[in-house]
């Protein structure tokens, strides 16, 4: 894949790149997998190798953690990137004394990185957190990439035989209970659709509105909305998008701009709005020349040059480290908050 994307980006890793994740297979298919697979691709070339690395399930003919850590002759030969979730603290703990970066989806998982772990954000929230928790960690943002199947030439809105399209992934009660029967009594093409789909930008590129309502999803779980690629996805295959604009979500969606507030004070506002979206489409679509601007950092040429920078401060930071400089420490909240105290007491007395 580089060899199509970028023939002129040097090697910039000389340490090996190991993408951990728990299994490939349908147990595990969501987002989060399809973002490391598809960066475990982009890197291709950046290192002297690149792998993708199970530890959960044992697959045929791919490496398994625990039998690389046993055999493995130098600890700091490689570059491992853990990113999942409720995962990372035992990932790290394995890892201990080995180069290792966490590339952050969502956040408010609760956890916080030991000293020196370089921080890969996939978004300004997800970047703004860490920024906050681990201020010492070295941090890069690392968008996510957008596939190239959802920018492919598409039919316009209004030749589409689907009025709206909702994922009942993530989507709140309100969309599924209230607001899709609402619109299918107003005679709208509606389809909810469920599991797993081999080729999402199809379905999208088949609809004239996407509706799209995390928030709820989200403060249920008590952590964030670490990107939300659906509602790019369906920008780039040319729906009209109507969006909640929780955590990440805010990075890249302006309301009334580039997408429209689902669920805004009443249902007969989002009724109204939606059908007049699924009517006239293409005064509801973002300007042309906006929606590129709003694209291309997520093209996978931008998103690969990302990971080339980013992998040289990684390697430069492991390196000072192995050489045994020691890592910034961040202070604890509760240790700054006592030192504020503290010195109040001595000046006052």
């Known amino acids: 894949m580089l060899a199509v994307l970028r023939p002129w980006l040097p090697e910039v890793s000389s340490r090996p790149l190991r993408f951990l994740v728990p299994g490939t297979g349908s147990r595990f298919r969501c987002g989060g997998l399809s973002v490391e697979l598809q960066s475990a691709a982009l890197c291709q070339g950046l290192a002297s190798d690149v792998e993708l690395v199970t530890y959960r399930c044992r697959e045929s003919g791919r490496?398994?953690?625990?039998?690389?850590?046993?055999?493995?002759?130098?600890?700091?030969?490689?570059?491992?990137?853990?990113?999942?979730?409720?995962?990372v603290p035992g990932l790290l703990r394995q890892l201990r004394g080995r180069p290792v970066a966490y590339h952050a989806h969502s956040s408010g998982y609760g956890f916080d990185l030991p000293a020196g772990v370089p921080v890969l954000a996939v978004s300004r929230n997800t970047l703004g957190y860490w920024g906050n928790r681990a201020p010492r960690s070295p941090l890069q943002l690392v968008p996510n990439p957008l596939d190239p199947a959802f920018t492919a030439p598409s039919p316009p809105a209004s030749e589409r035989h689907l009025d709206v399209?909702?994922?009942?992934?993530?989507?709140?009660?309100?969309?599924?209970?209230?607001?899709?029967?609402?619109l299918r009594h107003q005679g709208l093409r509606v389809e909810l659709q469920q599991g797993w789909v081999d080729d999402l930008a199809d379905l999208f590129r088949s609809a004239r509105v996407v509706l799209y309502d995390s928030a709820d999803h989200w403060r249920r779980a008590g952590v964030s909305e670490g990107f939300g690629l659906p509602p790019l996805e369906a920008l780039a295959s040319g729906c009209v998008v109507f969006s909640s604009f929780n955590h990440a979500l805010a990075d890249t969606l302006d309301p009334g701009h580039n997408a429209w507030q689902i669920g805004r004070g009443t249902l007969s506002s989002d009724l109204e709005r939606i059908c007049s979206a699924v009517r006239t489409p293409a005064q509801w679509l973002p300007d042309p020349s906006a929606l590129q601007r709003l694209l291309a950092p997520h093209q996978e040429q931008a998103v690969q040059q990302r990971w080339a920078e980013a992998l040289v401060v990684v390697n430069d930071h492991w390196d000072r480290l192995l050489a045994g400089e020691p890592?910034?420490?961040?202070?604890?909240?509760?240790?700054?908050r006592w030192g504020r105290r503290l010195s109040r007491l001595y000046r006052s007395g």
Do not use: T
């Not at 690389?68 to 979730?85: H, T």
């Not at 399209?165 to 609402?182: F, G, I, M, W």
């Open 165 to 182: 399209l909702v994922q009942l992934r993530k989507n709140s009660d309100y969309v599924c209970d209230q607001l899709l029967p609402a």
């Open 63 to 87: 490496p398994f953690l625990r039998d690389l850590l046993a055999s493995e002759s130098q600890p700091g030969s490689s570059l491992w990137i853990v990113s999942w979730g409720f995962h």
């Open 327 to 336: 890592a910034l420490m961040s202070m604890a909240p509760w240790r700054l």
